[in-house]
């Protein structure tokens, strides 16, 4: 997309499907007047709505609505920008967006692709990368806590922390390297510089930064819950209870789910991807048996497994044989995202049945330890409430940090090191610099960019 970013580009910036609104929005390096001139029969004053027909290549009313022009560099992407908002039919919006399209062969607009506008806005200076990357957070937000932290990621609350950091390093490495350069001064660069605090200081910033970023990933992936276990133990009550909704068919007869039912609640504001999976045992139902596949397959994608387990038939030899079955299976799955969960704690046969340590003893049917799952769910992927206001963050951006972190604590025993090994800690802090300008987009690969911006809606 690189070497297209200076083609002018349209597109229709509203979902698809019907509405009362719908926008097409232009954005060109290039000045729109003639564009303007074309389709509004007139002139725009910058940045204020002006109602007019938009006209077709006869002259014809496609539609009425509001014109606004955006001149460069005042405008979301930087460029100069027209947005046309008419009636939201799909129909009338494509006639608008073919209009645009032709209307100024001399300017050659193209269909914009996913990401465009936003990649030009981050090209341009309007944006860095991790605001950018706010912009399609915030459309996909799942929960309202999670739209709130996309819109303090927007609003440069990742950014200017991450500015923070990067003028502490840079401070640092140009200690560094005055003091490679300049030897004969003799100066004791570790002393009165303080470097070796510095430093230490710079580590307990980042290792904060850090978990508010898992925090902001968190809430922004959700946690993927799957319940797992043989048939009949509860999974599919448990999805209804949790869920707050009869979304699952529940009844005695064995093998009553035969594939992945997901639903996507909320805990505490963190989206929780809650998927039903078909009993785990051998049958000879080939419908079935896909279920079970699919089942094992949901397993080891997950963030957290359920295991459940029916208190009702804790110690009977059938059960256990196939409960051990499923526990050797799951051996191959990591034990810290495996959660017991031991069901029908309400029937009273089950008084005296003692459940694992540290699993959860509950009532699917009641209600009962409810509470307690899922309060567990949240301490499982290592969620706590941050004090300060949250923002969000991707994966990439946890990953930046810890590398970031990595070189810092290296450049930190360079500096201990006796005599004190400079030019390695001097390279260090170079990379460190490096890692942590990947998040805002100061170092960031062609093909990097290019992943991010083909995830957004086109028109965005």
């Not at 898992?214 to 319940?227: F, M, S, T």
């Not at 769910?377 to 994966?395: D, K, M, S, T, Y």
Request: glycine letters at 8%; proline letters at 4%; a negative charge.
């Amino acid at each position: 997309m690189l070497s297209r970013h200076q083609d002018p580009i349209a597109a229709i910036a509203t979902a698809p499907g019907r509405g009362a609104v719908g926008i097409v929005r232009v954005s060109s390096p290039q000045d729109l007047s003639s564009l303007v001139g074309a389709i509004c029969g007139r002139t725009l004053k910058p940045r204020e709505a002006t109602y007019l027909p938009f006209r077709s290549a006869q002259g014809e009313a496609i539609d009425h609505g509001l014109a606004l022009l955006f001149p460069a560099p005042n405008s979301y992407t930087g460029e100069h920008v027209l947005e046309l908002q008419a009636h939201g039919g799909p129909v009338v919006l494509q006639l608008l967006l073919a209009r645009c399209l032709e209307a100024d062969p001399a300017l050659r607009i193209r269909l914009a692709e996913p990401g465009e506008f936003t990649r030009r806005a981050f090209l341009n200076g309007k944006l860095d990368l991790a605001q950018a990357e706010a912009v399609a957070d915030l459309i996909d937000a799942s929960t309202e806590a999670a739209a709130r932290s996309a819109g303090r990621a927007l609003a440069g609350a990742l950014s200017g922390e991450v500015g923070q950091l990067r003028d502490a390093l840079i401070q640092l490495r140009m200690l560094v390297e005055a003091t490679l350069d300049f030897p004969e001064e003799e100066i004791d660069f570790l002393q009165q510089a303080d470097a070796l605090g510095k430093l230490r200081r710079l580590l307990g910033r980042l290792d904060a930064l850090q978990d508010r970023s898992r925090q902001g990933a968190i809430l922004r992936e959700g946690i993927k819950v799957v319940l797992a276990g043989q048939p009949n133990v509860g999974k599919s009550s448990l999805l209804n209870a949790l869920a707050g909704a009869e979304l699952a068919i529940v009844t005695p007869i064995p093998g009553t789910t035969r594939d992945k039912l997901s639903q996507t609640i909320q805990i505490e504001g963190v989206p929780l991807h809650i998927s039903d999976t078909a009993g785990l045992r051998d049958t000879e139902d080939e419908v079935e048996r896909i279920g079970v596949a699919r089942s094992w397959d949901a397993i080891h994608d997950a963030d957290v497994v359920l295991f459940l387990h029916d208190l009702t038939r804790v110690g009977q030899q059938d059960y256990e044989r196939e409960d051990a079955e499923i526990r050797g299976r799951l051996a191959a799955v990591d034990p810290a995202r495996i959660l017991q969960i031991y069901n029908k704690a309400d029937a009273p046969q089950v008084d005296g049945v003692a459940a694992v340590d540290n699993a959860l003893k509950l009532s699917a049917k009641t209600g009962a330890g409810l509470d307690a799952l899922r309060q567990r769910l949240l301490q499982q992927v290592g969620w706590h409430a941050v004090p300060e206001g949250l923002f969000i963050a991707r994966e990439r951006h946890v990953q930046a940090l810890r590398r970031t972190r990595e070189h810092v604590d290296l450049a930190l025993q360079q500096a201990a090191a006796v005599p004190a090994a400079l030019d390695l800690m001097a390279e260090e802090l170079r990379m460190a610099h490096d890692a942590l300008g990947e998040i805002t987009g100061a170092f960031t690969a062609d093909d990097l960019l290019g992943e991010i911006f083909s995830r957004f809606c086109i028109g965005k």
